[in-house]
């Protein structure tokens, strides 16, 4: 157990975030300053952030100015080399420990720096490794042509929080379908409600649509009817031949035929993602999913047979009982498909997941492997990154990342991570957020998580979305 006082400040949470980089919650935990074997200083005079062992034969030093992030960076910087030192591990991200680490470039930029002077910054004040680095780079470049949008202008995402089952990695609001059949028509008919209402308020306050997703849960566990239903009242509301995108998350191939295939395309998306994770059918089925790697293949061909020419395919690193080899199988057959995009995920921990439960764990090292496996064989393809998010409990500090052919590009999503426009949510769980540029903030107003909630309280949720427009259009002035 290492034990950690805090002297001179009080950001016990960004010490925290840097020791959960070397340690389990239960290896390590802070104290008063008599207990300490270790102690994270500042000190308001010197202006110098410190980390040193209790007998002063470790010790780690930055200089640094008194504004408050400055203040962080240094107690980070100071912390995590120390702590490299006292456990050999390397951390690839250094002290970038949020989700959203592209955002650093464009504020860089904004300040007139240019890749050499952010690169030397990246690697010497953050302490990122110098491939980590030049990703940041790259993926920001990649992302930045679709940053601008017209004004007043939304981004929509619709939510359907169900599924054929629930996969053992997952913490997501959703609901195995064959259980929860008896809820669907009713979240239906409330879903429907929120959509014309939210696009009735949206044409009133002459707010445009930037791009469409819909996403869960799975949209195609809906049945064919269901989901004619569910598309048709989109395409009634607003014309889909006119955004810059509109993806259908197709997701698991257990999911689609052909039938629904053809309503998607018949209704106007221009993108559609088909999930295969790995195309390993052992692994497919360890890991809750009810079809094979000829289901995915069949399923995609379909696809493509119906004119799709903007196809996504998910793979994760780190599912339980793989390795590199397997990484490379599945890389490989997914080359022969040859989708537009693949985004590569790393296995996060969830800990609502049925994983966290069983205690799940992976080395760093085979999981970059794994990675770099992955990464190599997408670019072999000519594909190029453009997105990139970090998320909290990684089975190794990698990230996750989109790589795609240049034109097929998500727009969406770099819009999600980016957090650069407004976006309505609909659907159980889904979260609106209105962005005010010009004050660097936003305003949150989720949806109920539980769909037997959300079809009770759909009234109360029409007036939180007139609540969450009213604060977007406000964002435009």
Known sequence: MIKIALVGHEFRYEAFQIASLFYEKNEFQFVDYDEADYYSIYDENAKTCTFKSKDSTLMYEEIVDDTKKNIKI???????NALKSITGKEI???ILIGIRPTKLYHEFVSMGMVDEEIKEVLINKYYLNPDK????IEVAKGEKPFLTYEDGSVSVYIGIPFCPTRCVYCSFTSNPIGTNKHLVDDYLSALVKEINYTFS??????????????????PTSLNEKQLEILLKTVSENIETDRIREYTVEAGRPDSINEEKLKLIKKYGATRISINPQTMSDETLKNI????????????FNIARSLGFDNINMDIIIGLPGETANHVETTISEI????????????MAIKRASKLCEDGYSIENSEAKNMYDVAVNGVISMGMKPYYMYRQKNMVSPLENIGYSYRGKESIYNVQMISENISIIGLGADSVSKAIYRDENRLERIANLKDVREYIKRIDEILGNKKKALDMVEESFR
């Open 201 to 218: 308020l949206i044409k009133d306050k002459g707010i445009k649509v930037d791009t469409l997703y819909i996403g869960g849960g799975t």
């Open 133 to 136: 680095a030049d990703l940041l």
């Open 92 to 94: 690839p991200w250094g």
């Open 335 to 346: 080359k022969q498909l040859n989708p537009d995009s693949i985004t590569i995920h790393t």
């Open 288 to 299: 809750g999913r009810t079809h094979t790697s000829s289901d995915i293949k069949d399923k």
């Open 74 to 80: 240094g107690l980070k910087s100071s912390m995590i």
